[in-house]
C-alpha cells in the first residue's frame, strides 16, 4: 500500500526565510503526490499536485514543491516566508484499491511556523 | 470559501444521542468524502461516494452511518458514538478520478464532535 511520512511535527522559520516542509513517500507505481494546507478553524485547501512532468511543482501562495524519485521525497518550499504561512500542512499519496477505486492517504501534518 | 459547507461547525452529544452531519458542495463535483481528524494522527478517510454510489468504507463501526442522496449533498448520521469518536469531521468533494487525471479536493471548514 501506498503511504507518506512527515519527519517533523513542527517547522520553524523566521520571517524572510526560505522554508522547506519535508514529505517522503512509498507507492508501487507512478506516484500522484499533493500538498494541502490547513489553517485554524478550516478545512484543507489544495497547493500544488505532481502528476508527472516537470519536477519542480508551482503551486498557491508562492509554494513550489520538488519532486525526488531516487529520494522518493516531495519537499514544500517556498523562497521567504511569510508570517501568514503559519499553518499545518499535509502531504498525501494517492493510493488505488484492489476494486480500481482511489484514496488518498494524508500524512500526519507539519505545523509551520513563521517567527516575525 | 471553498464552496463546501458543513453544519453544523460545532456538536456536543451524549453517547445516547443520534444527530446528522451535513455537507453541501456547489461546485459540480460528483465525488463525495468524508474525513476524521485526530490530533496526532493522519487524516482517516472514512467514506468515499461517486455519482451517489458509495465506493469506499474504511472499516468504519456502524455506529456512523453515510446517506449520499444526491450529487451536491452528504451526510454522516451518529448514533450511540464513544468518547474516543470526538474529533474534527471533514467533508470534501472533487471531480471523480478518472485514473489517468487525477483531481484535488475542496474541504469543508469541518464539525468539531465532543462525545460526552
Known amino acids: 500500500a501506498q503511504s507518506v511520512a512527515q519527519p517533523e511535527d513542527q517547522v520553524n522559520v523566521a520571517e524572510g526565510n526560505p522554508l522547506t516542509v519535508k514529505c517522503t513517500y512509498s507507492?508501487?507505481?507512478?506516484?500522484?503526490l499533493f500538498w494541502y494546507v490547513q489553517y485554524p478553524n478550516r478545512g484543507l485547501q489544495f497547493l500544488l499536485k505532481?502528476?508527472?512532468?516537470?519536477?519542480l511543482v508551482k503551486g498557491s501562495y508562492g509554494f513550489e514543491a520538488e519532486f525526488n524519485k531516487s529520494q522518493t521525497s516531495f519537499h514544500l518550499k517556498k523562497p521567504s516566508a511569510l508570517v501568514s504561512d503559519s499553518a499545518l500542512y499535509f502531504c498525501a499519496v494517492r493510493d488505488m484499491e484492489g476494486s480500481g477505486t482511489y484514496k488518498y492517504i494524508f500524512g500526519t501534518g507539519t505545523r509551520l511556523k513563521v517567527l516575525a | 470559501e471553498t464552496g463546501v459547507t458543513q453544519t453544523p461547525r460545532h456538536l456536543v452529544m451524549g453517547m445516547t444521542n443520534k444527530k446528522s452531519l451535513k455537507c453541501e458542495q456547489h461546485?459540480?463535483?460528483?465525488?463525495m468524502y468524508w474525513y476524521k481528524q485526530s490530533a496526532k494522527k493522519p487524516l482517516e478517510l472514512m467514506f468515499v461516494y461517486n455519482f451517489k454510489e458509495q465506493t469506499e468504507n474504511n472499516s468504519v463501526p456502524s455506529r456512523f452511518s453515510p446517506e449520499c442522496p444526491n450529487s451536491s449533498h452528504l451526510f454522516l448520521h451518529l448514533h450511540t458514538l464513544q468518547p474516543e469518536d470526538s474529533a474534527l469531521y471533514l467533508c470534501a468533494s472533487s471531480l471523480s478520478d478518472t485514473g489517468i487525471k487525477t483531481y484535488e479536493q475542496y474541504f469543508g471548514p469541518g464539525t468539531r464532535l465532543t462525545v460526552t
Open positions: 461546485l459540480g463535483h460528483n465525488a
Open positions: 507507492v508501487s507505481g507512478n506516484p500522484y
Open positions: 505532481y502528476i508527472t512532468g516537470d519536477n
